[in-house]
C-alpha cells in the first residue's frame, strides 16, 4: 500500500551495484563512510533549522520579531553566521584541570546524540541503524550523554560547573525511568521492540489512537520527561543563567561549547522523532476511516515528509512549553519525578498491559 | 584475508586491553573511571559483533549508563584527593605478577582444552527478543524464572536497606 516511496529496493539495488564493482569490504567502507557523512550533514542542518525555529517561536511567545537583519527580511542567514562565528573562536585550554577529561567530555555528549539519531525511522527502509530491539538501543544510547555532561563539569574545576553537571546528572538519572516506563507502555501495545515494525503496527492507525486513554497519558509523561532529558526549561536548572552562569558548559568556548549546543537541539529533535514514532505513527500518513478519497491524496505524500512534518509539530509542542513556564527548582524537580511521573507511569504500565490482555486496544 | 567480523572484532578487542590496562595504572580516578567506561562499551561491541543486541544494549543501559554514572557521581560527591599515586613493595609487587600469571595460565589452559565457541553461535544473526523474554520468565529445563525472581528480591532489601541507612531520624 505505501511501496511507492520504500526506500530499501533503491538502496539494495545500490548496494548490489558496488558490491560488482568491487570486493563487498570495499562497498561496504565506502557505503558506511557516505552513511557517516549523511549523518553529519543532517545533523548540522538540522541544527540550524532548529536553532533558528527556537529564536523565531520564543520571539513569538515573547511579542518580539527575532532575527530579522542578517540575510533578508526573514533573518535567515542568522544562524549560519553564528555558525561560522564559532567555527572561528579560540578553544581555551584550562590551567589545573584534567585536559584529557575537559576535550572528552563534549565527544560523549555527541556521541550518544549521534547514536540515537541514527536509529530515528525516517521512512519505510530509511533506518540507519536497524536491530530487533531499537528502541531499548535508543533507551541505552542515550544514557551515556549524562556521563559527558558530569565529566565536563568535574573536569573544568569551577564551581558553577560542578553544581550545574550533578544538578544535570540527578534530574537525566531519575527522568530515564519515567521515559523508559512510558517506552515500555508503547511496547507493550505494539509487541515488539523494532522501531520499522512499531511504525508498521501503526498502519491502520496511529498508537495515539489506538491505545487511547493509556496511550495518551504515556504520551504525556514522555513529553515532560523527554524535555527534562534534553535539559530544556522549565528543567533547565542545570544551567540556570542567573545562578550558574551557564552551568556544565561555562568553561567551554568555541566548537567545544558549540558540541553542547548541537547537542542539545538534535536531542530536542530526536526527543519529538521518538515520540513520533512511537505515538504518532512514524511516516504513516495520516487516515481518517471512511474518506477513501482523503486517504489515497495521503499515500502520494512522501513519508520522509509525514516523519519530518510531525517531528517539527513536536518540536514546536516542546518549544512551546519551554517558552511557556518558569523554571523549577531542583527539589520540586525531583518531587515532581519520585513522587507523582514515576508511580503515574508505572499505573499506565499496568493499565496498558490490562488492557492489551483483554483486548480493550484497538 | 581477514573478514569485517574479524577486523571489528580484533578493533574492539585491542580497544578493550588497553583502555583496561589504562584503566589500572592512571594515577586519577576518574580518568580511571572514564577508561574502564571504554572497557564496558568495547564489551557491548563485541556482544553485538555476536549478534546478541540484547545484551549489547543492557550492556550500554546498566553498566555505561548506570554504574560509571554512580561511580562518577559518587566520586563528584566525596572529597577525594583526585590522585592515587601510591608506592609499591616489592613484595606485593611480585606476588601481583605471580597472581596475574597464574590467572593467566588458567585461562589459557581452559582455552586450550575446550577451544573457542565460535561455531556454537550462529554469525551475523541477530538473536530474537521473545527467546531471551521466554528463557528469562519460563519454568521448564532451561529457563530462569527462579534466578530472575529471587535476583529482584535481592534488589529490592538492597534498596529497602540503603533508604534505611540514608534516611534522617526524627
Known sequence: ?362 | MFSLFEIAFYAVALCIIVFSVLAVTTSSILRSATYLLFVLLGTGGIYAILGYTFLSAVQLMVYAGGIIVLYVFSILLTRSSGTMKYKIRRGKMISVLLTTLVGMALVMFILATNGFALNIIPQGVELPVEKIGNALIGTEKYQFVLPFEVMSVLLLACMIGAIMIARKRN
Open chain 1, 1 to 362: 500500500m505505501f511501496d511507492y516511496y520504500n526506500l530499501e529496493p533503491v538502496l539494495m539495488w545500490i548496494h548490489s551495484t558496488m558490491c560488482g564493482l568491487m570486493p563487498e569490504w570495499l562497498a561496504f567502507t565506502i557505503e558506511g563512510i557516505a552513511v557517516g557523512i549523511f549523518i553529519m550533514v543532517m545533523y548540522a542542518v538540522l541544527a540550524i533549522i532548529l536553532i533558528y525555529m527556537e529564536r523565531k517561536v520564543c520571539a513569538a511567545f515573547q511579542c518580539r520579531i527575532g532575527p530579522d537583519r542578517v540575510g533578508g527580511r526573514g533573518g535567515l542567514l542568522q544562524v549560519p553566521a553564528d555558525v561560522i562565528k564559532i567555527l572561528t573562536k579560540e578553544i581555551i585550554s584550562l590551567k589545573n584541570s584534567d585536559k584529557f577529561l575537559y576535550a572528552l567530555a563534549p565527544f560523549l555528549v555527541i556521541m550518544a546524540s549521534i547514536l540515537t539519531f541514527s536509529c530515528l525511522p525516517w521512512n519505510k527502509g530509511g533506518e540507519i541503524l536497524h536491530m530487533n530491539i531499537g528502541i531499548f538501543f535508543v533507551l541505552a544510547a542515550s544514557s551515556i550523554g549524562v556521563l559527558g555532561i558530569l565529566l565536563a563539569g568535574w573536569s573544568s574545576n569551577s564551581k558553577y560547573t560542578l553544581i550545574g553537571a550533578v544538578r544535570s546528572g540527578a534530574m537525566i538519572i531519575s527522568y530515564e525511568l519515567s521515559i523508559g516506563l512510558s517506552v515500555l507502555t508503547m511496547v507493550i501495545l505494539c509487541g515488539t521492540m523494532d522501531i520499522q515494525e512499531i511504525v508498521a503496527y501503526q498502519e491502520n492507525g496511529w498508537n495515539i489512537f489506538k491505545g487511547h486513554l493509556p496511550a495518551l497519558m504515556a504520551f504525556v509523561i514522555y513529553l515532560i520527561a523527554g524535555n527534562a532529558e534534553a535539559n530544556r526549561a522549565p528543567f533547565d536548572l542545570a544551567e540556570a543563567e542567573q545562578e550558574l552562569t551557564a552551568g556544565y558548559h561555562t568553561e567551554y568556548s568555541g566548537m567545544h561549547f558549540g558540541f553542547f549546543y548541537l547537542a542539545e537541539y538534535l536531542n530536542l529533535f530526536i526527543t519529538a522523532g521518538i515520540a513520533v514514532t512511537l505515538f504518532l505513527g512514524g511516516w504513516m500518513p495520516l487516515h481518517i476511516a471512511g474518506l477513501e478519497g482523503f486517504n489515497t491524496i495521503m499515500d502520494y505524500i512522501p513519508g520522509v515528509i509525514w516523519f519530518v512534518g510531525k517531528t517539527f509539530f513536536v518540536v514546536f509542542l516542546l518549544m512551546w512549553i519551554r517558552w511557556t513556564f518558569p523554571r523549577l527548582r531542583i527539589d520540586q524537580v525531583l518531587i515532581l519525578e519520585w513522587k507523582y511521573l514515576m508511580p503515574l507511569s508505572l499505573l499506565v504500565l499496568v493499565i496498558m498491559t490490562v488492557m492489551k490482555v483483554f483486548g480493550l486496544v484497538f
